[in-house]
């Protein structure tokens, strides 16, 4: 549905997008995971056809997004970072506006408004002014100016920015509920949602992708080794000594109790080498006492800042 | 056509429901209706003044009451459209461009050429409705003078003051489009606008330079229309006017997309 072939796109002599390729499948939802200034929003406004690559091509439906914008800019439903909405509008009008410049017809217009009210929770704000809304509102209703022409392709930049936790998962579940008759592109710099919402993840970085596949793969690929997270009472001394003579066992962390905790323990194991049951059993057989011992695998936060931070690899390399 | 209509719709929706629209049109009409007076009783003292002189020295007097009322009252309107455009048009783009909309309207179906053209006939539309109360005040005086002057008279001023009000509305439109900033917008417009009316500057030396500026300087043709008189040179010179800032704006909003960074 959507090719990117080395897309390019520089202001002066900065880089803000560098050789980027990517394909986005049909009714599939595609996560642009990157730090902010990474380059998400600057791909997306060359997809939509705001403007365009220095170098590389774009296409969406088999239209060039600059030589066949118009016909892309039919096909596309587009929130900007900002909700792109007229404070003095009400919700309604302004998604008749928006729905005649997407070129819908007088006949399908007000049964279009009404789904995209539905779909985005607004149907008993649908008369109220715009700058009456709050924050988490209008973006909603940019959302819904997004989905008011029925666009096979919907690029959402940052779509939970400024919700409330509700509002969040409202959202969020709505972007799954479009997938399948949409393909989606939505970005992000919150990990958590592209393993909520999305079938694959871009990750790009200073305008370069570091990494582009599942969720699930990327957590698999980069587990590496297994951390193993300990909360106990044991002596800090002995306990590092124990840990020690455990093969495997390795990066040994441990924060003092808080009140009323316990002391934690962080263990890092080599790949394919289980070693929580050797723990347990020394830790008992010290007679310490044991209060949790759990494996915890690599999150998409971890991949992230591997992939993202020089100083992390860095860190990690040295030790 | 579809999308320049919703445009269209959608600035003449916000020239009336924010306060703008009635701000404007009844500070017009204000300015305009104290003028009148103040124009026609000037007139009347005047035509008076010529009786007595006509009395006194014998023959009819051939003063021309009401086409020196008509003219007074275009010149005036002239210089208040000079004041009224700047601040029609200072939000047109740059109001869009501080909200983010732009960025709704170019990845929209819709050409530059709908989305210029859309606006600029908005503004328009508010100008003609600002100046149509105003011509009930020539009315009256037609309807009250003796002899009456040509309707026709009447057509052609107020041809004039639209032409005119067009010209700078489109001058100041693209003004608009090339700051993010309202107030650089408006103090820009009215300074290219004066510029443009004051270059018939030399009119009274007969240099050839002279002659070309005169011939560009917006308020020339305006007075062959104050007095009556449509000229195709003028029509031409305005028409060309429009277009081109028309044209200049198009230019400009599309260059958005390359500028922007």
């Known amino acids: ?319 | 056509m579809g999308s320049l209509y919703a445009i269209y719709r959608k600035e003449m929706g916000h020239y009336f429901v924010s306060p703008i629209a009635y701000i404007f049109i009844g500070l017009f009409l204000v300015l305009t209706a104290f003028f009148f007076n103040v124009i026609l009783a000037e007139v009347i003292k005047q035509t008076f003044q010529m009786e007595m002189q006509g009395m006194r020295f014998g023959g009819p007097s051939d003063f021309d009451a009401p086409a020196a009322v008509m003219r007074s009252f275009f010149g005036l309107l002239s210089t208040l459209v000079l004041f009224f455009t700047p601040i029609l048009t200072m939000g047109v783009y740059a109001e869009e461009r501080k909200r983010g909309t732009m960025e709704l309207l170019m990845t929209s179906p819709v050409s530059e050429l709908e989305i210029v053209l859309g606006k600029y006939l908005a503004s328009l539309s508010l100008f003609a409705l600002m100046l149509l109360p105003t011509a009930s005040y020539m009315i009256f005086m037609v309807l009250h003078s003796d002899p009456r002057p040509p309707w026709s008279m009447l057509a052609a001023g107020y041809a004039g003051v639209l032409l005119l009000g067009g010209s700078l509305l489109a001058l100041g439109s693209f003004v608009s489009s090339l700051t993010e900033n309202q107030l650089i917008a408006a103090v820009v417009t009215f300074a290219a606008s004066l510029f443009i009316w004051v270059l018939d500057i030399g009119r009274n030396s007969d240099s050839g330079a002279s002659a070309v500026l005169q011939y560009l300087s917006v308020i020339r043709h305006y007075e062959d229309f104050a007095r009556g008189v449509i000229d195709t040179s003028s029509l031409i010179y305005y028409g060309s006017f429009i277009a081109l800032f028309v044209f200049l704006t198009v230019r400009s909003v599309d260059s958005m997309r390359w500028r922007r960074a």
């Open chain 1, 1 to 319: 549905m959507i090719e990117v072939q080395d897309l390019t796109k520089s202001y002066g002599a900065v880089t803000a997008v560098d050789h980027v390729s990517f394909t986005v499948n049909k009714g599939e939802i595609l996560g642009f995971l990157g730090p902010n200034g990474a380059g998400k929003t600057t791909t997306m406004r060359i997809l939509t056809g705001y403007m365009p690559a220095t170098h590389g091509t774009a296409r969406v439906a088999g239209f060039d997004v600059f030589r066949d914008s118009m016909e892309v800019r039919r096909r596309i439903g587009y929130l900007p970072e900002n909700p792109p909405v007229y404070p003095d509008m009400t919700v309604e009008t302004y998604l008749d506006f928006v729905a005649r410049i997407k070129n819908v017809p007088a006949e399908r217009r007000p049964a279009r408004i009404d789904d995209a009210l539905r779909k985005t929770n607004l149907e008993d704000r649908r008369s109220e002014l715009i700058k009456r809304l709050s924050r988490g509102y209008k973006q909603r209703v940019g959302i819904a100016q997004a989905l008011v022409h029925d666009p096979e392709v919907i690029i959402l930049d940052e779509p939970t920015v400024g919700l409330d936790p509700k509002q969040i998962i409202e959202v969020r579940n709505l972007i799954k509920s479009l997938a399948g008759n949409h393909t989606i592109i939505l970005s992000t710099h919150i990990l958590p949602e592209v393993s909520m919402t999305c079938d694959r993840v871009v990750i790009i970085n200073k305008g370069k992708i570091a990494a582009v596949d599942t969720p699930q793969n990327l957590t698999s690929q980069l587990k590496g080794g297994q951390k193993i997270r300990i909360e106990t009472d044991a002596p800090e001394k002995p306990l590092r000594d124990m840990l020690a003579q455990i093969p495997g066992a390795s990066r040994v962390v441990i924060e003092p109790a808080r009140a009323g905790g316990h002391q934690a323990v962080t263990v890092e194991a080599a790949q394919g080498n289980d070693i929580r049951n050797q723990i347990a059993a020394k830790i008992v057989e010290h007679g310490w006492p044991l209060y949790e011992l759990h494996g915890v695998s690599l999150s998409l936060e971890d991949i992230f800042l591997e992939l993202t931070t020089d100083d992390a690899a860095h860190a990690q390399a040295s030790s």
